[in-house]
């Protein structure tokens, strides 16, 4: 083939670099790591707040399954509801779990959930 470079050399050796259009930040610009040391999970879109270190998914799986015990609730750091809850389900013989079934539903579908700091809880 006329033209073609001798194998191991680089085609476009010679040619100018061509440079991004203005206003476009320079290739690998972007951070891989968030930079606010504050927010080592990342900040919440809507609310602006950091994540949490505690983590939604097994918020509310831990208080779907083990709610009667208010595990989901001390995971995030609500020692009182936790307790509120496991009076509820022992003193109505287990009734009153639903409570705790109903707050992992909670747990798991809102996305604004937060923990006992005041942060929202992360996505998995």
Known sequence: MAGS???GQNPYQGYPQQQPPQGYPPQGAY???PVNPQAPYGVHP???LPYSDKQKLVAGLLQLFLGGFGVGRFYTGHTGIAIAQIA???LTCGVGALWP???GII???NDEFL???GLPLRPN
Request: glycine share 4%.
């Open 5 to 7: 470079p001798p194998p």
């Open 31 to 33: 951070p891989q790591q």
């Open 46 to 48: 809507r609310l602006g």
């Open 88 to 90: 509820v389900t022992w």
């Open 101 to 103: 079934l109903i707050d």
């Open 107 to 109: 747990m798991l579908t």
């Open 115 to 117: 923990d006992a700091n």
